[in-house]
C-alpha cells in the first residue's frame, strides 16, 4: 500500500501481510539464483512463513529500527530492499538486497540503492551507510563500487552459507562523501 | 517516507518518529479550529507526546489493525486520515480523518477518502466502511455524503467533548453500493 | 464463585477456569439454538479452548475493560452476559447476551439486562449503554424493546455469519432516560 | 460489583478498580491498628496506590492463583481476605486477612475463613491450607485455633515488620480434617 | 562457564543453554534414585526440554530472585542446587538440592550448602535461610541437620509426589546462629 | 557470585545487582581515563543507573546473546570484559573491554582475552572473534595484535564519541588460526 518513490520506474512497497504469497512466490521461482548467497532461502519453504516474519519487520519499522520493503519494477514485485537497522548513536546503517533473476540488468538495484542513500543522509541525517556482500558475490558487488563507496575491509568468514563460511567484502560511504557526489 | 498516491496533488505518508514537530505544529496551528470535534486536542501540548503515539500508530498498522497517515497536499502536511482498526472477521473498517483550517475547499479530503475506500474494497477485500461524524460537524459529514454513504443511524451521546456529550451520525458505504459507482 | 445477585432467582457469575466444562455443556447442547445469532458457535468443539478464553475474559476484567458472566437461574447455567468493553472516556458501554433454549421465556434475560443497567449508570456512572441485535433475532431484540431502548440505527452487513452478512439494528439507552424509568 | 457470600450478613468483594477510595479509607482510619502486624501499612499514602495494586490482584485472579477481596459487613467494607496463592500441583493455599478495628468481636473473619475453606476444599478440591500469623499476634491466631487448625511450626524471624524480624506460626488444615468436622 | 568456588574439589556451575544435553544426562541416569523425593522427575523426558527451562532459570537470576546451578565434583556435574528465591523484604531465603546416587557419601552437599549459606548471610546479608526436606528423605535431612540447622515445624501433606502427599519438615537457619559457629 | 577462571590472579566475574556501586564507583575513579575511548561514560551519573543496566545484561545472557563480567585481578574490580552478542547462525561473536588505569602494564587484559576466546572457539564452537577498536586508541589496539588477530579493515566513523566521529579498526580471529597457536 505504501510505497518510496525510487523513479518513474521504481518504487519501494513496505512489506504488509496482504503481500505473503506474492513475497513468496518471488523468492520460490527464483530459488536457485538466490540461495547463492542468501543462508535463509533454503528455510522457505511456504508463504505461511511470511505471516510472522513481515509483521517482525513492520515492528522493526514502527521502533525506527530499519524496514524492508519490495522493489516494485513497473508494478511487479522483483525484489527486497531494507535498512537491517539503524544505528541512531553513530548515526549509520546497513543496506540488504536482492533481486529477481529476469530483472537483472536494468540498474533497478544501483536506482533503488541511490534513493535510499539521499534518504539515509538527508532525511534522516545518518552520517554512514554500509553494504556487505560476499566476497564471490560479483553481481552485488558491483552495486556499493558502480555507486562510488568505499572498500573498507574484509571480514573473514564473516558469514555462513549452508554450512560453509566466506569473507565479506565491506563497503562504507559517508555522508561527506555523497554530498561531494551531488 | 512511505506514502500512498491519491493524485497528482495528495499522498498519504505513513506517520514515523521523524514526523513528530511537523504533526504537531499541524495540530497547535489548527487548534481552535480542531477541537471543535476532536476530543484530545486539547491534551496535545507538546510534539514530545507524539513519540509514543507514532509508534503506537505504527504497531497498529504491523498488527494489521488499521493505521494513521499524514495528507500531503503538494507535498505540506494539512491533515491526518486513517483506518481506526479492521475488523477482519466482519469484513470492516472505520475512516477518522481531519484537515487543517487553510486546506479547507480544495477536494482533499474527498479525493483522500475515495483513495482509501477503493483500497478497503478492491486490494483488502472488505465489505463495508464505516465514517462517525458529530451530528453539527456540518464539513465532516459533507464527505460521506457527497460520497453517496448512506445514513444508517444517529448514536446519541455518542462521544464526549470537553465534558459535553454529542450524538453521532453513523454513515456506511458498502462494497457493493461502492462498485456500482465505479 | 463471585456473583452478581440480579433477584432471587439469578446471580450473574464470572467466569474461572473452573467453570469450562460447565460452560462448554451450556454451548454443546444449545449448538443448534445458538448459531443461528453467534458466530463462535461453530469454531467451539471442546471445553479445552475455554481454558485460554476464560483467562482472556478475566484480563479484560482486570483491566477494568468489561466482563462476561454466566447467568446462574436457581443456581444452574443457562447462558452468558457481559459488557463487551466500558469507554471509559465516552462514558459508555455494549451488553451482550445469549440464553439456553430450555431456560426462554422465564424473563430471565430482561431481569438480568435491567440489573446490569443499574450497575453501569448507578454505580459506574456511565451515560450509554449499546445494544446490538441481528436484524432477525427477534427474541434478541425483545430484550431491549421491553426495556425501553431507543432503536438508533441500522448497520448495513454489521456482521458476517458463516460468511452471509446481515444487518445489525443499534439499540441505545442514556443515563437520562433509564433514570426517568425508575 | 462481584461477591461471594459468606451467609446473611458477610459477603466477600472481589476488589475492583471502583474500590480504591474505600479501600484507602479502610487502611487509613485503621492504621494504627492495622501496622501492628501489617508490613506495608506505611507504605500506603494515596488511594491512587490502590489503582496498580488492585488490577495486579485482579491479574493474579485471571491467572487462577489467588485473589483478594473486601470483607463486606451489612453491605459495609470492614476488612479483607484472599489466598495468597494456589498451588496446584501440591494442592495447597494459604490465607490471609485483616479486620478494621470496630469491626471487632463479630466473629465475622472466623465465619468470612470458614466460607473459604469450604470453598477450598469442596469446589477447588484442594488438599491444604495453611495460616501464617506472627506469633504475638494474638486476635489474628484466634481464628485458626477456634476453626480446629493444627500448629505445625514457628518460622523463626519468618517475617520483617518495620526493620524487626518476628516468628510466624504456621497453621495448617487438611481436607480430611475439615471433612470430619462437617 | 561460570562457577562458584566452593573448595578444591567443588564447584557450583550456573547453569547455560549449553548444559542441555548434560543435565538431562545426568536426570535420566539417575531416574528411580531421584523420583523417590522429586516431583518433577517424570515430566522430564528429552534434554530439549531443558531448552526453556534454563532460560528461566537463568531469568529468575536475572531478576535476583535465586538460581539454579550445577554441583561440578572434580569437574563432573554431580547434581544440582539452588536458590529456590529471595524473598528480599523478609530477608530469607530457600536451598533445595540433589545428588546423583554415586557421588552421595563425600560430604559433597554438606560443603556446598555452607558454602550457599556464607553467601547467603554474609554477600547477601539474608538474615534466615530455609531447608525443607520430605519427612521421610532421611538423606535429605542429614544435610541440614549435620549443619545445626533447627527444626521449625512439620508441613503436614506439604508436597505430592506422584499423587500421594507426605509432610514436609521445615529446617531453619538464622544468621545470628550461623555466625556463632563460625 | 559467579566467576569465570583466568588464571591464579584473575577472575571474570558475572555484575549481579549486588555490584551496583562497585562498578560505578570503577567508572568514576577512571572517568577521564574511560572517557576518551568509551562513548557512555559521560552518561554515567549514580550507581543507581546499573540497578536497570545490569538486569539488561543478565537478561542477555538467559538469552544465550553474550555477557559482561568485572575483571578481578586478585579480587579486586580493575575492568569489565564480555561479549556484544553471540551470533549462532554466522558462529562469531565480539569482544569488548576496558581497564583501570591503575591496573595497566600487567598483562591482565591480554590473558582475559585468551581466556575468552578459548571459551568461544572450544567450549562454544564459534568460528570467529572480532575485537573493534578506535583507531587511535592504541592501547585497546594493542591487545588483539598481542595475540595474532588480522587486521580486516577499518569501518570509517564508524562509532561517534561525544559527536565526533572516529575510524574503528576491525580485528579478526578465526578458530583455525587460534588452534595453529595453541
Chains 1, 2, 3, 4, 5, 6 share one sequence.
Not at 67 to 86: C, D, K, M, P, Q
Not at 163 to 171: E, F, G, M, Q
Amino acid at each position: 500500500m505504501f510505497t518510496f518513490k525510487v523513479d518513474a520506474e521504481i518504487e519501494l512497497q513496505l512489506f504488509q501481510l496482504q503481500d505473503c504469497k506474492r513475497l513468496y512466490h518471488l523468492v520460490n521461482t527464483n530459488r536457485n539464483h538466490l540461495r547463492d548467497w542468501l543462508p535463509w532461502v533454503d528455510d522457505m519453504s511456504s508463504h505461511y512463513q511470511y505471516e510472522t516474519i513481515i509483521p517482525m519487520w513492520l515492528k522493526q519499522f514502527a521502533d525506527n529500527n530499519g524496514f524492508n520493503t519490495g522493489i516494485l519494477y513497473h508494478r511487479e514485485l522483483v525484489g527486497a530492499i531494507g535498512f537491517h537497522y539503524i544505528d541512531w548513536r553513530n548515526k549509520h546503517t546497513s543496506i540488504g538486497y536482492y533481486l529477481a533473476k529476469n530483472a537483472e540488468g536494468n540498474g533497478i538495484m544501483t536506482r533503488s540503492v541511490q534513493a535510499l542513500l539521499n534518504y539515509a543522509f538527508i532525511d534522516l541525517g545518518l552520517n554512514r551507510v554500509e553494504i556487505r556482500c560476499g566476497e564471490g558475490n560479483s553481481k552485488s558487488r558491483a552495486i556499493p563500487e558502480r555507486l562510488g563507496f568505499t572498500i573498507e575491509g574484509r571480514i573473514r568468514d564473516g558469514e555462513f552459507l549452508y554450512n560453509k563460511p566466506h569473507d565479506l567484502i565491506v563497503y562504507g560511504m559517508l555522508a561527506r562523501d555523497w554530498n561531494r557526489k551531488l
